[in-house]
T-cell receptor, first 115, second 117 residues
Framework: DGGITQSPKYLFRKEGQNVTLSCEQN?????MYWYRQDPGQGLRLIYY???????QKGDIAEGYSVSREKKESFPLTVTSAQKNPTAFYLC??????????????FGSGTRLTVV | DAKTTQPPSMDCAEGRAANLPCNHS???????VYWYRQIHSQGPQYIIH???NNETNEMASLIITEDRKSSTLILPHATLRDTAVYYC??????????????????FGQGTILTVHP
């Protein structure tokens, strides 16, 4: 079955370290997104990519970086410049209309904790 | 994208209908109403969306008022597994990855629905 795979599910990072979160999709979707969610809060957009080799900053891009070398993959790197990286990170993709729905699909998330 | 207002929490008895309201008084003519839900520690799940007509699918029904300033998501027979945070979002729909919108979803704090036995 097609879907989005995020790995790892749980990740622990020491302060000052960079860490990369994986997001892979086999839905043949062009657009991919990274969101951050803090406890009791909605989702905030970090970065998005509408097509391979192109990506744009979202609302809270500082301290994060991404790449989109392949259509299937959109990894997110949390750098040491991100002052409060502990959060739940969600990856999503979007294709065209599918049987009347919008076509958004979310991964199951990665919970990052700085220790 | 238009701002939405939802109650922070609601309760519902198992087997009864759950009616979740959403106000979107500044919605534009080309903006759709979308509903997603998020079960604890999982990614959001699409439920339903609509423009101005009422919609129904296997998960839920969506009732949009005639002036489109508010809507109600109806889960006809709530189960314990429907306990989740429900998000109402309004935005312009796109037919693909292009168009005038890059597809951002603006999530508010949503409604925490608790279904109890």
């Amino acid at each position: 079955d097609g879907g989005i795979t995020q790995s790892p599910k749980y990740l622990f990072r020491k302060e000052g370290q960079n860490v990369t979160l994986s997001c892979e999709q086999n839905l043949n979707h062009d657009a991919m997104y990274w969101y951050r969610q803090d406890p009791g809060q909605g989702l905030r957009l970090i970065y998005y990519s509408q097509i391979v080799n192109d990506f744009q900053k979202g609302d809270i891009a500082e301290g994060y970086s991404v790449s989109r070398e392949k259509k299937e993959s959109f990894p997110l790197t949390v750098t040491s410049a991100q002052k409060n990286p502990t959060a739940f990170y969600l990856c999503a993709s979007r294709g065209g209309r599918e049987r009347g729905r919008e076509g958004y699909t979310f991964g199951s998330g990665t919970r990052l904790t700085v220790v | 994208d238009a701002k939405t207002t939802q109650p922070p929490s609601m309760d519902c008895a198992e087997g009864r209908a759950a009616n979740l309201p959403c106000n979107h008084s500044t919605i534009s003519g080309n903006e759709y109403v979308y509903w997603y839900r998020q079960i604890h520690s999982q990614g959001p799940q699409y439920i339903i969306h609509g423009l101005k007509n009422n919609e129904t699918n296997e998960m839920a029904s969506l009732i949009i008022t005639e002036d489109r300033k508010s809507s109600t998501l109806i889960l006809p027979h709530a189960t314990l597994r429907d306990t989740a945070v429900y998000y109402c979002i309004v935005r312009v729909a796109t037919g693909g990855a292009g168009g005038t919108s890059y597809g951002k979803l603006t999530f508010g704090q949503g409604t925490i629905l608790t279904v109890h036995p």
